[in-house]
Structure formats: structure tokens, C-alpha cells
């Protein structure tokens, strides 16, 4: 089972930048295909960005030119770059991964991700 740990949560004024980490056990996290989720109070999950172990990374459009997903394999690190933030931007985010043998579902999927961290709170003020 593979367990991931979310970091770098906090508050920040709109228009601010914030960095989220997460880290992921297992030794062959290069393999794992990564995401990040969030959940704003009263609303639904939604998919924000992925990056598969082959390096594509994939946007939502509602952040798409604020964030950027990167990872580092020799760290078994993924991270969320968050810049320009608005206050709808405010939600839990949660890491998440799909590892051999994979899920092979869509990568906004939320079905595609059996792994799943306990997330972290970002707040965006006005």
C-alpha cells in the first residue's frame, strides 16, 4: 500500500504564491503516475493537475498558466507550484497516485488514483 504524505498547506493573500509538497513511499515511485486533487468546502472533488510517470503533466483549465506539477523521482516527491492564487482557489488538496499495474482510467479521474493522501488546507484571503 502506498502511502503519501501532503505538506506546504497554510494562508496566503490572493494573488500570492504557495508550494505543496507530498511524498510518496514505495521504491519505485518513478513508475507511479501522480495527481493532485481538491475539494473546496460545500463542493465536489475535482481534479487539478497530474503527471505521469513518463514526465506529461496535465491541467485542469481552471488553473492552467497558475500551476505547475513537477517530481522529483530521487526524492519520491511530487509538488504543486500554485501562483497568482484567487480565493476560490481555497480547498483541502490531496495527493494521489495510480502504480503498477495500473488503474487505466482517465487522469482527472478521481476512479484513476487508489492511493490517496489525508490532503492539506489552502486558504486564499482577499
Known amino acids: 500500500q502506498v502511502q503519501l504524505v501532503e505538506s506546504g498547506g497554510g494562508l496566503v493573500q490572493a494573488g500570492g504564491s504557495l508550494r505543496i509538497s507530498c511524498v510518496a513511499s514505495?521504491?519505485?515511485?518513478?513508475?507511479?503516475?501522480m495527481g493532485w486533487f481538491r475539494q473546496a468546502p460545500g463542493k465536489e472533488r475535482e481534479f487539478v493537475a497530474a503527471i505521469m510517470n513518463a514526465g506529461d503533466t496535465y491541467y485542469a483549465d481552471s488553473v492552467k498558466g497558475r500551476f505547475t506539477i513537477s517530481r522529483d523521482n530521487a526524492k519520491n516527491n511530487v509538488a504543486l507550484q500554485m501562483s497568482s492564487l484567487k480565493p476560490e482557489d481555497t480547498a483541502v488538496y490531496y495527493c494521489?497516485?495510480?502504480?503498477?499495474?495500473?488503474?487505466?482510467?482517465?487522469?482527472?479521474?478521481?476512479?484513476?488514483?487508489?492511493?490517496w493522501g489525508e490532503g492539506t488546507q489552502v486558504t486564499v484571503s482577499t
Open positions: 514505495g521504491s519505485i515511485f518513478s513508475r507511479y503516475d
Open positions: 494521489t497516485a495510480d502504480m503498477p499495474p495500473y488503474s487505466h482510467k482517465p487522469y482527472y479521474s478521481e476512479r484513476a488514483y487508489p492511493a
